[in-house]
């Protein structure tokens, strides 16, 4: 079975930086393209980044230019670099593997910003 497994929110300062990981023993990531989400507390679940099989990433407009996603393929392991985070970044934050016929998730992992 599939486990998807995000890793290294915590809590930190507005101005602080936090480096997300993200892992999935048993699929290759190589060939996939990969997102990271965020929920916050009584909000919809918003797509923060996504990384292409070239290593292209996109972001939100609300993170751009703090946030940046990368992938190294020889770990299978997708990172999401936070700095300059703000209180507004508050959330639990999930990454999502596209499958070839499904999307997989993970549990996420919380990050919380203080003011």
């Known amino acids: 079975q599939v486990q998807v497994v995000e890793s290294g929110g915590g809590l930190v300062q507005a101005g602080g930086s936090l480096l997300l990981s993200c892992a999935a023993p048993?699929?290759?990531?190589?060939?996939?393209?990969i997102d990271w989400y965020r929920q916050a507390p009584g909000k919809q679940r918003e797509v923060v980044a996504t990384i292409d099989t070239g290593g292209s990433g996109n972001y939100a407009q609300s993170v751009k230019g703090r946030f940046t996603i990368s992938r190294d393929n020889a770990k299978n392991t997708v990172y999401l670099q936070m700095n300059s985070l703000k209180p507004e970044d508050t959330a639990v934050y999930y990454c999502?593997?596209?499958?070839?016929?499904?999307?997989?998730w993970g549990q996420g992992t919380q990050v919380t910003v203080s003011s």
């Open positions: 048993g699929i290759t990531f190589s060939n996939r393209a």
């Open positions: 999502c593997v596209h499958g070839a016929f499904r999307e997989y």
